[in-house]
Nanobody, 124 residues
Framework: QVQLAESGGGSVQAGDSLRLSCAAS????????MGWFRQAPGKERMFVAT????????YYAHPLKGRFTISRDNAKNTVYLQMNSLKPEDTAVYYC?????????????????WGQGTQVTVSS
């Protein structure tokens, strides 16, 4: 069992940066692929980024590549999402997710555990 807790959300101005953190409990974190998703009001939960178990491979939703960076610290059981040059359209609840498998995925249904989410609001 893996429990996930996101933090670091908040209200910022367009152009600002935020770093989200996701702390994981459980002894399997270092073997889990991790992902970030986001859900804007009235919309489906969408893929943001994913990273494999070792942190050697990451990939992103195409429109976000270059502004967002996913990373992980297996010693701290934590995955991060660095978000730069934020835009109002980045406003959403951001969710952290874990896969039992170690290979990252952009498919929501391939994740086994989810956090409760953290709100990010970007104003213009």
């Amino acid at each position: 069992q893996v429990q996930l807790a996101e933090s670091g959300g908040g209200s910022v101005q367009a152009g600002d940066s935020l770093r989200l953190s996701c702390a994981a409990s459980g002894r399997t974190f270092s073997s889990n692929a991790m992902g970030w998703f986001r859900q804007a009001p009235g919309k489906e939960r969408m893929f943001v980024a994913t990273i494999n178990w070792s942190g050697s491979t990451a990939y992103y939703a195409h429109p976000l590549k270059g502004r967002f960076t996913i990373s992980r610290d297996n010693a701290k059981n934590t995955v991060y999402l660095q978000m730069n040059s934020l835009k109002p359209e980045d406003t959403a609840v951001y969710y952290c997710a874990a896969r039992i498998l170690g290979i990252g995925s952009s498919w929501r249904d391939e994740y086994d555990y989810w956090g409760q989410g953290t709100q990010v609001t970007v104003s213009s």
